[in-house]
Every structure is written in structure tokens, then in C-alpha cells.
């Protein structure tokens, strides 16, 4: 599987962060489900594990926001849900998303 939208990505504990580099590609928006395909792979996950887990993401505005992976269907993320934090940086949105997000 290629990029198709252009971001860096790593945990922080076991909060999963992407962000945008806004380099050309998709915005990481619009490609999210590949991405964090991609991402789990680049950092040794199994998709699997990225549901129900903490993920954030900075769009190619610079905002954070939260995104839930529902559904993994043969190893590709199939279904997310954009959860808003609309914050500047990934400090604030680790700590709005573990507050009003976190599973368990």
C-alpha cells in the first residue's frame, strides 16, 4: 500500500498521533483509513489493536482532532469516526481526547 497523503505519526504512550505534513499528497484527512493502515505499520502495531484505541490527528489546517477505528475487516481499517477537539497542539489533544474519548 503507497502513501497517499503525505504525514509523520508515532505513540505517545498508547495514544496513536498522526499529523499532516500538507506535502501535496490527500490530506490525511481524506485519507485516514490507508494512513492509519500505514501508521500501525510503521510503528510495529497490529491494525487490530487500533481499535479502541487513543488516536489523534492534526489536519492540514494545524488543528487536532480524534478519530475512533470501528471496523477492521482482513487487516485494512473499514470504518472511523471524527471525533472533534479543535486544538493547536498535540499536547492539548492528547489530553482533551484521553478526557472526553477514552474507552475504558
Known amino acids: 500500500m503507497t502513501r497517499q497523503a503525505d504525514f509523520d505519526c508515532g505513540l505517545i504512550g498508547d495514544c496513536l498521533w498522526l499529523e499532516d505534513l500538507d506535502a501535496g499528497g ?10 492509519l493502515y500505514l501508521a500501525a505499520m510503521e510503528l510495529n502495531l497490529t491494525v ?12 492540514s489546517d494545524g488543528v487536532w482532532d480524534a478519530v475512533r477505528v470501528n471496523r477492521v475487516v482482513d487487516g485494512l481499517v473499514k470504518s472511523v469516526d471524527f471525533l472533534p477537539l479543535r486544538v493547536k497542539t498535540l499536547h492539548e489533544a492528547t489530553a482533551l481526547a484521553q478526557t472526553r474519548y477514552a474507552v475504558g
Not at 490527500?26 to 494512513?35: D, F, G, K, R, V
Not at 487490530?48 to 489536519?59: E, K, N, P, Q
Open 26 to 35: 490527500m490530506s490525511l484527512t481524506n485519507a485516514i483509513e490507508p494512513s
Open 48 to 59: 487490530d489493536s487500533l481499535v479502541g484505541r487513543l488516536i489523534v490527528y492534526r489536519d
